[in-house]
């Protein structure tokens, strides 16, 4: 069983910076693939960015790329998402996600029913 717990979250006012991060339990950290995804209030919840075991590669969805980036410390067993320029549309609950399988495809990271566990999430709120 592996426990996800998000931090990170705020309110900032538009074009501002916040960095998220989630901490994860268990032994086997660096063999997950983790992700993060977002919720909007009405909206389905949708992929943001994912990153390999590893952390040498990193896909982002297009409307944060250049804004927002994936990162993890396979040591500290903690991955993060570091979000500039901030849009009011960026508004949503931010949850972080961990594949146990962590095999890396263009056909799963961005799919929910890719990840086992999910963290509880972090509210972002981003005023214009």
């Known amino acids: 069983q592996v426990q996800l717990v998000e931090s990170g979250g705020g309110l900032v006012q538009a074009g501002g910076s916040l960095r998220l991060s989630c901490t994860a339990s268990?032994?086997?950290?660096?063999?997950?693939?983790m992700a993060w995804f977002r919720q909007a209030p009405g909206k389905e919840r949708e992929f943001v960015a994912a990153?390999?075991?590893?952390?040498?590669?990193?896909t982002e969805v297009d409307f944060v790329k250049g804004r927002f980036t994936i990162s993890r410390d396979n040591a500290k067993n903690m991955v993060y998402l570091q979000m500039n320029s901030l849009k009011p549309e960026d508004t949503a609950v931010y949850y972080c996600?961990?594949?146990?399988?962590?095999?890396?495809?263009?056909?799963?990271?961005?799919?929910?029913?890719?990840?086992?566990?999910w963290g509880q999430g972090t509210q972002v709120t981003v005023s214009s």
């Open positions: 990153i390999s075991r590893g952390g040498g590669t990193t």
């Open positions: 996600a961990a594949d146990p399988r962590g095999i890396w495809s263009a056909r799963r990271w961005s799919l929910r029913a890719s990840y086992d566990y």
């Open positions: 268990g032994r086997t950290f660096s063999s997950y693939l």
